[in-house]
């Protein structure tokens, strides 16, 4: 086989037909079989056994029993990979919001060589997420996904999707075994536990054909569970040295208030001791291994000082309208705004300070070679009466 789409489903029968109808037009002519693996209960695989009888093209399905069904959805995902009978797997939803017709596009981008996963972004351009529906869902979504890439922000540095159900993977890149899968949000196990090249192309994400939505509050859990799971160890160091300092910054506020200081004054000078101390610790035992590919020292000390600062500043008149207009005293505003502050400062050191730089391509300027190129061809530029 060229290639496996693998469709997981959860009472997805009345899509089935459709669903196989569209996939078979757009891989006329490829070497492809539709694999469908099942968590539901309501037909779907004697459904799908009924359609592969007059379909052009091989389809088949595994039904996990219920009490089987470890990971969700996910789990779903990882016994397809494990049946497929090609190495070249495409993963999609079996609701059709996902376009069948896009599955030969992934696989002619993976043909080029230079990728392992093939994702279908909504967030690039060529790319629309109307799909989702409400405005709330498509916040939910974008703010699930910056957390995410903040979270990871070397494996998926490049990414724009990494949430996205529809990618294409090489089984013989990926170790089954070593996954451990839970939820909808497969293509981030296999991203994160994975040295995997990737590429992007762009998906009009659609909306529903059939059937309601399997996104809950419970999913969402499940999601934030699965997600500090996977990167439990540096941001829960980073929570610690926030920690630390949040304590430190309230004891320097106490203190200097018993001594006479004002609040506010108080609260600048622990802000700039926490901010210079919590960088250091942050350098040390968060970001060590981030170092290497992110700018030098003195731009990450800048660049989070800077935003340290711009965020106290906000900050600190927040710190005064607790104080003043609700009356909590100045400790426990101080201990409120460090907790609302902590999670801003997560995103924003993954994403920005320590970003991998860019590597610059051969024969192109520097910043400061451009200035002087233009500088000299201004200088050399003929005069005119």
Not at 1 to 15: F, G, K, Q, S, Y
Not at 188 to 217: C, H, I, N, Q, W
Request: charged share 20%; hydrophobic share 50%.
């Amino acid at each position: 086989m060229d290639v496996t789409v693998i469709v997981p489903t959860r009472n997805e029968r009345a899509n089935v037909a459709e669903v196989v109808q569209q996939l078979a037009t757009a891989l006329a002519g490829r070497r492809a079989e539709i694999l469908f693996v099942d968590d539901s209960d309501d037909g779907t695989v004697a459904e799908v056994e009924r359609v592969a009888r007059d379909a052009p093209l091989p389809v088949r399905a595994i039904h996990r029993a219920a009490g089987v069904r470890s990971g969700g959805l996910g789990g779903a995902v990882v016994a397809g990979l494990a049946a497929a009978a090609s190495d070249v797997c495409v993963v999609m939803d079996g609701d059709l919001q996902h376009p069948p017709a896009l599955v030969p596009a992934l696989v002619d981008r993976h043909a080029r060589g230079d990728a392992d996963v093939v994702i279908a972004s909504r967030y690039i351009g060529g790319g629309d997420s109307t799909g989702l529906g409400t405005t709330l869902r498509f916040g939910l979504s974008r703010a699930a996904t910056l957390l995410t890439k903040a979270m990871f922000p070397v494996r998926l540095h490049g990414t724009s999707d990494p949430m996205t159900g529809f990618f294409l993977v090489d089984r013989t890149r990926v170790d089954l075994d070593a996954l451990r899968p839970s939820g909808f949000k497969i293509l981030l196990e296999l991203l994160v536990r994975g040295d995997l090249r990737t590429a992007e192309v762009p998906m009009r994400f659609l909306p529903r054909a059939e059937g309601e939505s399997k996104a809950s509050l419970r999913q969402g859990v499940t999601f934030l569970v699965h997600l500090a799971r996977l990167r439990f160890g540096k941001m829960s160091v980073f929570a610690g040295i926030g920690a630390m300092g949040a304590v430190a910054n309230v004891a320097i506020v106490w203190l200097l208030t018993a001594l006479g200081l004002g609040y506010i004054w108080a609260a600048v000078v622990a802000a700039e001791l926490t901010i210079v101390a919590n960088f250091l610790l942050a350098e040390r035992f968060v970001f060590a291994d981030m170092r290497g590919r992110a700018s030098g020292f003195r731009r990450r000390f800048l660049t989070s000082f800077a935003f340290n600062n711009a965020e106290a500043a906000i900050r600190i008149p927040v710190l005064a309208l607790l104080v003043e207009t609700w009356h909590i005293s100045s400790v426990l505003a101080t201990a409120i705004t460090l907790a609302v502050a902590f999670v801003a400062r997560f995103v924003f050191h993954s994403l920005v300070v320590y970003a991998p730089r860019r590597p610059r391509e051969p024969g192109t300027e520097t910043a400061g070679q451009r200035i002087i190129r233009i500088m000299d061809e201004e200088a050399m530029r003929p005069g005119e009466l």
